[in-house]
């Protein structure tokens, strides 16, 4: 639950009149009006003196609020406003990962790593092998391991410029946000293989030599004058 306080010095004897609303992006709406709450919060709050008491809290309910109240007395009519800002703190569901099963020396890669639902919003770090991958900060141990990636923890991105062998691995990512305990996906596998440029070269020649044997055929056929009407 979340309470939402609001005082005031208004003395016992005047009548008052007590409204609160919630401002956002697209206007000001009632959340409690002429004696009921209104929308989401109807049902799931209740009213401690001026305050507010929400049940059942979610993400929705983050926002700012805007206690407004009125009192009526003999010198006239006097309005004290305060306003409060609710953060809903939610923890990270599992990460959805991207790693590809396969890649070639030399080419980009990359591995990418997100989860929406935490708020605060997740960071991410990635593991090779059960290890926890360093950042590349161009000093200290992590200028020392010759890092050949770039891992950025605010977007769950693991960028490798040019792939090689010794990147070959499980990676996983693990997503938090200091609320609840970490997430992370399942582990994924990474093969990093050689261009096979003799492959490459058979299936070329191989090509060439049926194209070759399309071609004597058609020259056949012709001097045979098949193709004549």
Not at 28 to 40: A, H, I, Q
Not at 92 to 108: K, L, R
Not at 135 to 143: F, H, L, P, V, Y
Request: with cysteine; glycine share 10%.
């Amino acid at each position: 639950e979340a309470i939402l306080s609001c005082k005031h010095k208004f003395s016992k004897g005047m009548s008052l009149r007590i409204e609160w609303k919630k401002i956002q992006s697209q206007g000001v709406s009632f959340v409690y009006y002429n004696g009921e709450f209104t929308g989401d919060l109807r049902g799931r709050a209740e009213m401690l003196n001026t305050g507010i008491r929400i049940r059942n809290v979610t993400r929705k309910d983050s926002g700012t609020y805007r206690c407004e109240i009125s009192a009526k007395s003999e010198e006239g009519q006097r309005l004290g406003e305060a306003t409060i800002t609710l953060t809903v703190l939610v923890a990270p569901t599992t990460p959805v990962c991207e790693v590809p099963s396969s890649a070639m020396t030399g080419t980009v890669v990359e591995l990418s790593c997100k989860e929406t639902e935490g708020a605060p919003p997740s960071e991410y770090q990635w593991y090779k092998n059960g290890v926890a991958l360093l950042e590349k900060t161009g000093t200290g141990s992590a200028r020392a391991a010759n890092i050949t990636y770039t891992m950025n923890k605010k977007s769950g991105t693991l960028l490798f410029n040019t792939v090689t062998k010794n990147d070959s691995g499980e990676y996983f990512c693990e997503a938090s946000n200091g609320i609840g305990l970490p997430q992370k996906c399942s582990v994924k596998r990474m093969q990093v293989d050689d261009l096979n440029v003799s492959g490459i070269i058979a299936a070329v020649v191989f090509v060439a030599l049926v194209m070759a044997l399309c071609g004597l055929g058609v020259f056949y056929a012709q001097k045979k004058g098949y193709f004549t009407s």
